[in-house]
């Protein structure tokens, strides 16, 4: 019996009905419903995964890929700035700090409270370190101090069991080798402001820098590099779990300067204490060899950030030391502008080199008489003689003959009262009146104005840089433009091949006749600076005087005979000014010297001008490589 | 001696007389291959595991494969306990679930806002689960001793129908809403599969919505922010909402071929929450692509649909609805915690069965998974004609 049923059983493998039991048979309908049911719902669960999965594949993949990729970005490097022999002026120098994980440690405040016996924390670094202490996540690291010496690290080494949590890395800061040297040129840079940061990423990047001033500031976008980037594996809280791919930032571009780092500092030994700026240019491609401003700022102290104190001393000084004053001091160019206006002559026609002016000691001119420097005369002059005596009133007579406008056209074309091409900011223009800018604002202009710009007083302005690119064009005749870029990474500029500049299109022979005029004033017997002879054997140079009054001689003081500019209190002295160039016979340097409220420009700026350009003979850097041994410097300490 | 010349009846004694025999026989007849199913899945739990520690076997993949191994022995041994023993039992097993439940309202540890345990000589128990399985059993006994006229009386309706209510109140106060509506729903299957009449049917669904409405009102403000959450989940993207968009996130990126195992990067990176327990099935599905999740809800559907084939299969009224409600427990399971990785349903704290980490839900699915191959093991055994009662 027990066998049969098995064998019905295997017929039906799968009974059910039941005969006995109606309720098996419900049970096995919606049994099947419910299967049903259940495979209809895991049908639609897969259905909705490959939509999910497949479908919107892709646009999940993305939003798993920012989930995890967290890309920051590094800080490149800033260029660095040399001299034209490659000697480092602005650098940068590692900067440990010291940094406090605050996961790291149970206690921050005790840490931080036991890292402040070692090292002191003002109340500004305290409030800074709460306020980032509370916006970045624990495992984020939080500056404590930087700038730490090599004292400060040792003595947080040697606590550091006592420190958790506080660790020693290294960023980088601007140094400045040569300090006040070259502040004026290079400048300097500070943290980036909350608008430098709006209009650059780049700039929000701890560490990063912005030129302020000089270079720094003109060449800011070619010395900050490109940032590098660094895309970090992050899990849901922002810790970083490995390094994904890295690229390094592009450096800052390497910027060498035309500078000649010994020759500015022989020129600065040479200006000493006196207010005072002088540039000395290469005259076949306009390098500036030397650029000197005094007194001068120490730059480093901007990356830490100035004291108020400090800042207030510097604008409250009346010898402006934060002032550039080769490329934004302005002055009368005096007795200087003279050859501009004896070349604006000769090309007008009206004049001839030839030409002579009676000088009885003054000129009257509707009423109006204008005096020569030398109360008894020069006699009869011509051009040679009227620039080796350096005479007023032929240049009171020869402005009067061809008028403003010649003049201010010529001077401009020489590089005055115009602006120059020097990789600088804050410069000025200085400026060439002529009528119709005096009309512009609403003056009359006089026949006076014209005849007191001759002798380059009155509205005239330049600046010191105008002034030697004013003397290298004359060198040269060629239309050099001042230029402080030597090379861009090692990659020499067009502009140091003479080749590059134009002519000035003014006629040899009157340039020669200027040049003549020039070496006269300092060699030939009577000329006005004798004390710039050279005694550099079968070197000589050509120059040219000047003093600018900086406050108007009344008639009477004049003729009470008593009248000495050197009694005068020192802000109401005249500005004294040299200009020249050598080799005379073969030009290439050409240096101008203002000497702020230095009186005569012969006996003042003169030999100052003589020292500067004998330096620059001997070192001769538009024809070296390599800087010139010490001892060709030490020669000169004899000399003087 | 006759029965000596007789071998059939000779072997028919002696599987009455040898116990050991008679056992070894049961154990022939369990369904090795629905067992070599289970352990496929508790398979892909522990390789998942694997991955979601870091790819070390430590804290989670071997303890759960401890637990696996203590589960199977404990699901054979029941496997092999005859119906009756079961039916006796299944009023024992009730009446405990509900005082555990009880219990846990007292006492119970709350974890996450929502499933509650309580800690019973160093192990979690979560009575919820085990109230489950008790119904099942305790409704099965219950509809076994009633043939299909029986059924048509409304009064042999209501005892059932507390032993369901109760139990679904006590976890509705814990609170826990998934839950609830998990015993409810397996209640409702065991009264739809015993025979009740449509009528009846009808007159209980029609007041259903209102029913729904009414519950809302009583909700807890967390569970009212989940199902808002989970109409708008990217209104909060980083609260309530995070963890149905990282769960979509990580599913997504999973694509085809899956990331490759160890290398799912929402997984890995813990933008995935609860990735070892709830949300495993994304982690599955991150690092073996859609081939590998699918995979895995085939697996699923096979156990179900086993379970189901095996309830159909079954001679007794008994075993038919405890393979029933079983089959029916694993798919509440799997349908809530897939709709629920996937963004289908409101976040509620429900497992995948074998496969997430946790020893309690193991224990009971594996306790569930012997009642089920016990019904198997006895599918032939004549027990409603004992009744005294034939229709």
């Not at chain 1, 660790?167 to 840079?189: F, M, Q, S």
């Not at chain 2, 990331?259 to 995935?272: M, P, T």
């Amino acid at each position: 019996m027990w066998l049969k049923r098995r064998k019905r059983e295997n017929r039906r493998l799968m009974p059910i009905r039941d005969q006995k039991d109606p309720a098996r048979g419900v049970f096995t309908r919606r049994a099947l419903l419910c299967m049903a049911v259940q495979a209809g719902a895991m049908g639609e669960l897969a259905r909705r995964l490959y939509h999910i999965q497949i479908n919107d594949g892709d646009h999940y993949a993305r939003m798993a890929a920012n989930n995890r990729v967290s890309k920051r970005l590094l800080a490149p490097p800033r260029g660095r700035i040399v001299d034209r022999y490659g000697i480092a002026l602005a650098n940068n120098k590692e900067n440990w700090r010291a940094l406090l994980m605050p996961e790291e440690t149970t206690d921050v405040a005790g840490t931080i409270e036991r890292f402040s016996t070692l090292i002191p924390l003002d109340e500004r670094d305290r409030n800074r370190i709460a306020r980032e202490m509370r916006h970045q996540r624990r495992f984020v690291p939080v500056m404590l101090r930087d700038f730490l010496s090599w004292d400060e690290m040792a003595r947080i080494e040697l606590n550091a069991p006592s420190l958790p949590g506080v660790l020693i890395d290294v960023g980088t800061r601007r140094v400045y080798p040569e300090g006040e040297l070259l502040a004026h040129i290079i400048g300097y840079v500070a943290p980036p402001n909350e608008n430098d940061v709006a209009h650059s990423t780049l700039l929000a990047l701890p560490g990063m820098r912005v030129g302020r001033a000089g270079i720094e500031q003109n060449q800011d976008e070619k010395l900050r590099g490109t940032a590098g980037s660094v895309e970090m594996e992050v899990n849901a809280v922002g810790r970083v779990i490995s390094e994904l791919n890295r690229e390094e930032g592009v450096p800052g571009e390497e910027i060498s300067l035309t500078i000649d780092r010994g020759l500015q500092q022989r020129v600065l030994n040479h200006i000493g204490d006196q207010t005072a700026s002088a540039v000395v240019l290469d005259c076949h491609n306009g390098e500036v060899l030397a650029m000197v401003s005094t007194p001068s700022f120490d730059p480093s102290l901007f990356d830490s950030g100035v004291s108020h104190a400090q800042w207030i001393e510097w604008t409250n000084n009346q010898h402006t030391p934060l002032i550039n004053k080769a490329v934004a001091g302005v002055y009368p160019p005096g007795s200087t502008f003279k050859p501009a206006v004896a070349m604006a002559a000769l090309e007008s026609g009206l004049i001839s080199p030839t030409d002579r002016v009676f000088c009885p000691g003054h000129l009257d001119v509707g009423g109006t008489r204008f005096h020569c420097w030398s109360r008894w005369g020069h006699g009869s002059v011509d051009l040679h003689l009227a620039l080796k005596y350096s005479c007023d009133v032929y240049f009171y007579e020869i402005a009067r003959r061809i008028g403003m406008d010649r003049i201010a056209e010529t001077a401009h074309r020489m590089g005055l009262g115009v602006p120059l091409d020097i990789e600088l900011p804050h410069t000025r223009t200085g400026l060439i009146p002529t009528p119709a800018w005096r009309q512009a604002h609403h003056h009359h202009w006089n026949g006076g104005d014209t005849i007191v710009s001759g002798i380059g007083q009155g509205f005239i302005q330049v600046t010191p840089l105008q002034l030697a690119t004013y003397t290298a064009r004359m060198a040269t005749g060629r239309a050099v433009q001042p230029h402080l870029m030597r090379a861009i990474n090692g990659e020499i500029s067009p502009m140091a091949s003479p080749e590059h500049w134009p002519s000035l299109n003014m006629p040899e022979k009157y340039l020669e006749a200027l040049r003549a005029g020039m070496f006269a004033v300092v060699n030939e017997p009577h000329g006005t600076a004798p004390k710039a002879q050279l005694d550099l054997p079968g070197i000589t140079m050509a120059g040219k005087t000047g003093s600018a009054q900086v406050r108007h001689v009344s008639r009477a003081l004049r003729e009470s005979g008593h009248f000495n500019s050197a009694n005068l209190p020192w802000e109401y002295r005249p500005h004294a000014l040299f200009i020249c160039f050598a080799p005379y016979d073969a030009p290439r340097y050409a240096v101008s010297v203002v000497i702020e409220h230095g009186n005569a420009g012969a006996d003042a700026a003169a030999p100052l001008a003589r020292n500067i350009m004998r330096d620059t003979l001997l070192r001769d850097p538009s024809n070296h490589t390599t800087p010139p041994p010490e001892s060709v410097a030490a020669v000169d300490d004899s000399f003087e | 001696m006759t029965a000596l010349n007789n071998p059939i009846r000779f072997h028919k004694r002696l599987l009455r007389a040898e116990p050991s025999f008679r056992l070894m026989a049961k154990l022939w007849r369990i369904s090795w291959l629905y067992v070599l199913l289970i352990c496929a899945l508790a398979g892909v739990g522990y390789v998942t595991l694997y991955s979601a520690a870091g790819g070390v076997p430590y804290p989670f993949a071997a303890p759960q494969a401890a637990r696996f191994a203590v589960g199977l022995v404990l699901m054979v041994t029941i496997a092999m306990l005859p119906p009756r023993l079961l039916m006796r039992a299944s009023w024992g097993m009730y009446a405990l679930s509900l005082v555990l439940l009880a219990a846990v309202l007292h006492m119970g540890h709350v974890g996450k806002g929502a499933e509650r345990w309580l800690m019973i000589g160093g192990l979690q128990v979560q009575p919820s689960e085990f109230a489950k399985i008790a119904l099942v059993a305790v409704l099965a006994t219950w509809f076994s001793r009633m043939d299909y006229a029986r059924m048509g009386n409304p009064l042999w309706l209501i005892p059932p129908a507390f032993m369901v209510l109760v139990p679904v109140g006590l976890v509705l106060k814990e609170p826990n809403l998934g839950t609830a509506v998990i015993i409810g729903g397996i209640g409702a299957s065991l009264f739809f599969t015993a025979g009740m009449r449509l009528w009846q049917i009808i007159l209980l669904v029609l007041p259903l919505p209102s029913l729904v409405q009414f519950a809302y009102g009583h909700l807890h403000d967390y569970q009212k922010a989940r199902i808002t959450t989970f109409l708008h989940p990217e209104n909060d993207p980083l609260g309530a909402g995070y963890n149905i968009i990282q769960s979509k996130i990580a599913l997504g990126s999973g694509g085809m071929w899956g990331q490759g195992y160890l290398h799912g990067s929402q997984g890995q990176l813990n933008f995935l929450p609860e990735k070892q327990t709830d949300f495993i099935f994304t982690m599955i599905a991150e690092e073996w692509g859609f081939i590998g999740a699918a995979t895995v809800i085939a697996l699923l559907v096979l156990l179900i649909m086993g379970g189901m084939i095996m309830a159909i299969r079954c001679r007794n009224r008994f075993g038919r609805l405890i393979a029933l409600g079983i089959s029916m427990n694993f798919f509440f399971y799997c349908l809530v915690n897939l709709s629920m990785v996937m963004g289908a349903i409101p976040v509620g704290g429900v497992p995948l069965p074998l496969v997430s980490y946790g020893g309690s839900a193991m224990l009971n699915v594996m306790l569930g998974f012997g009642l089920l191959l016990s019904t198997w093991v006895h599918r032939d055994t004549r027990l409603d004609e004992s009744n005294g009662r034939t229709a």
